[in-house]
């Protein structure tokens, strides 16, 4: 089974309105992190937000936050604002306790219409 | 502060040949991370190096080997190429093994043919 699964696979959203991006988890560890990243067509991928399984508040970053709901195993990202320079690939990954590596999802293309 | 660098920044090779990729962490960061990022998918984790000492190996071939300098620098090999090894290599670096900082490079695209 999928450890990180993102559903939607590309997405449009109108410049200024927000947007909200899935992603669905799977791991049998109590302490495990979840993140963000944006990965323009450069390649880099940049860290938007982290949020801890042991987190009580829902992390925000700007106009970035998570909708962190454990019990579904879901950390949603959610984008305030859109702007054109949203445009690119979504992440989501997750480090489980055991190990210190990433594990991706399959990615969520968005693409900010002016 | 420099970021992540990685070179070169593409590659083409043929069939059955060896690369070598190369990283520079953050100054500072002590742990090196690959990952291998196929066209259309997430990244897929290759290798975690602390402290000059494999942390970390992910379902790869003996193909795939890498290692980490004095300078915390680090080397991704890949030998005898395959079509199937054409990607997006990218390099994260991290202060330590449990820091969740994690920082990418622009990556390494390599395209075998």
């Known amino acids: 089974a999928q450890k990180i699964t993102q559903t939607q696979p590309g997405m449009f959203v109108q410049e200024k309105e927000a947007v909200t991006l899935d992603c669905t988890y799977d791991t049998s560890d109590q302490s495990y992190g979840l993140f963000w990243y944006k990965q323009p067509s450069s390649g880099e991928m940049i860290f938007l937000i982290y949020?801890?399984?042991?987190?009580?508040q829902n992390a925000t970053e700007g106009r970035y936050s998570l909708n962190f709901q454990k019990a579904r195993k879901s950390a949603n990202l959610v984008i305030s604002a859109s702007q054109l320079g949203d445009s690119a690939m979504y992440f989501c990954a997750m480090r489980e306790d055991w190990g210190n590596k990433l594990t991706f999802g399959g990615g969520t293309r968005v693409l900010v219409k002016p | 502060d420099a970021g992540v660098t990685q070179s070169p920044t593409h590659l083409i090779k043929t069939r059955g040949q060896h690369v070598t990729l190369r990283c520079s962490p953050i100054?500072?960061?002590?742990?090196v991370s690959w990952y291998q990022q196929v066209l259309g998918q997430g990244p897929q984790f290759i290798f975690q190096?602390?402290?000059?000492?494999?942390?970390g190996r992910g379902n790869f071939p003996d193909r795939f080997s890498a290692r980490q300098f004095p300078n915390y620098s680090s080397e991704l090999n890949v030998n005898a190429l395959l079509l199937g090894d054409s990607a997006l290599y990218l390099c994260?670096?991290?202060?330590?093994?449990?820091?969740?900082?994690?920082?990418f490079g622009s990556g390494t695209r390599l395209t075998v043919v």
């Open positions: 100054s500072g960061h002590k742990s």
């Open positions: 190096y602390y402290e000059k000492e494999e942390r």
């Open positions: 994260a670096s991290s202060p330590s093994t449990e820091n969740y900082g994690y920082t």
């Open positions: 949020q801890g399984s042991y987190d009580e």
